[in-house]
């Protein structure tokens, strides 16, 4: 969520547009340009008010208005936009949606082909599956789960180095060459003989792609708003979504190679697939700028993707939603000191419980699609097909959650959306013997299963790039640990129904339920004590404590927790 703005500045902004003033109240006019009307809720490309005039000025109402704030919340100066920060910049709605469509073209787009690039790899092992991948390489399922459980347990691990590595070296620099390293390793998959090599790739590429997501995140919160990374994060995990869908339609052509060069067909899948991911991360090099303002390069053009106007307002607007985003440069490593404040973050941890736990309901019976459609007379080709519904419908699903998030504010409320949607599909398997009815409607009912949408609200918590970056990595570490945890749900004494399984899917799900509603108390009850304790202070007080208190991130009175 945003900083609270001290009662005293956004009136002291209203008394710059008034005609008729004092001589104190003419000073402030003349310190203060004319500001833009306070947003009445947070808008997203499709939604315009119905007064909505291009020409009207846009810049926000923030704590750089008032003298007796502003220079607490000055960026540093190492930080890598601050020749284009000025607190007397204004802008016309017109010019900051504009800004925005050119963001949302060179940055988000790349960004999601990215993640789309690395889940393409991630997920055609399960591709694999249809075309006898366990039976070629003498594997049982106990074996894939083990692979899962080693994939899941690398890639917790690699989370933090990779994050530090990110904020080291910065993620324009870091990301393209995790994405070239990554697709080496699952390229050479196609070489796979055995047990041992299976279980040494599935580590070597969890640790290569460990901390990609939470780099992404970080790098977008770079160009975006709060309100505007939360519906740009929903069309962010669609591309996971995307990708399983091109997944699906690339594997159901190239698995028709097996018997090319007497080869296996999902050994032409492991190679090919990496290659393309290989050639995503090599153009990534050119089409990740550093930051709004360093978009020049022989690359991308002498002048840049912006113009110098356009980079004063990406770098103003969000300064002025997030202060904190000028307290750390892009090339700044992040000391032992600083990530212990990050792990003792107490207001971040309901999050991390939450994000153990919350997806296993589905992760489970995703793991095992493939091999369950098999199981049930579906051929290779047809598996891959019918795999490509339910992602669809998630894609549509997750658009529609993220935007109602945004709507209504109530993040908690509506991530626990994911667990109703997910419990009477699940005591369907748990109660029908889907051996004894069609194979169809088996079908049906595990595709809605899956389909269950998904929103997260950690980097609104965080309130600094420390947190962002750190946080990320933490979330996505107690992730992969519930990752672990989903792949030692079904195991083979308990096929094929699952019953066993299905039955701890329900007990977590209700866990999912009360953690929710715990975390909402949480959050509620921190920030009525620290509204309390702000309103109780005088005007003067506010800017005393502004100036002088050492709260830093969301520990401060004037940051409220979403929730």
Known sequence: MTTVIPTGISEKSALA?????????????????????LEAHKRFWFQKPKDYDANDIA????VYDNPDTAAQYKPRDDWENINRFDTRARWTWGEEYKVIRKIDWHIMAWTTIMFTAMELDRSNLAQSLTDNFLDD?????????LGNTIYALCFLAGEFPAQLLAKWLGPDRWIPSQIVLFSVVSASQFALSGRPSFLVCRALLALLQGGFIPECVLYLSYFYKHHELTI?????????????????????GLLHMRGVQGQSGWRWLFLIEGLITGTVGLLSFVMMPPGPTQTASWSRGKNGWFTAREEMIMV?????????????????PITPRLLWKSLTDVDLWP??????TFNIPTFSPQQYLSLSLRGLGFDTFQTNLLTIPYLVLKIVNMLALATLAEYTKQLAACASIFQFWCLPFLIYLRVVDTTQVSKWLTWGMISLLLAAPLVGWISRNSNTVRSRAVGAALYNMFLQAGVIISSNIYRSDDA????????ILIGILSLNLVLYALAKSYYVWRNRKRESKWNEM?????LIYLADHQDAGNKRLDFRLAS
């Open 17 to 37: 547009d008034d005609a008729e003033f004092g001589h104190n109240e003419e000073r402030i006019a003349d310190t203060i340009p004319v500001l833009g009307k």
């Open 59 to 62: 810049t926000q109402p923030s």
């Open 137 to 145: 390489m003498h594997m049982t399922t106990d074996d894939y789960n």
């Open 232 to 252: 740009r994060l929903g069309a962010f995990w669609t591309g996971m979504f995307l990708a399983d869908i091109i997944a699906a339609i690339v594997a159901f």
């Open 316 to 332: 103003n607007r969000v300064i002025r939603d997030d202060p904190s985003k000028g307290t750390m440069h892009n090339r700044q």
């Open 351 to 356: 999050i991390y419980f939450i994000g153990l």
């Open 496 to 503: 094929p129904l699952y019953r066993r399984g299905n039955s």
């Open 538 to 542: 005088s005007q003067d007080e506010q």
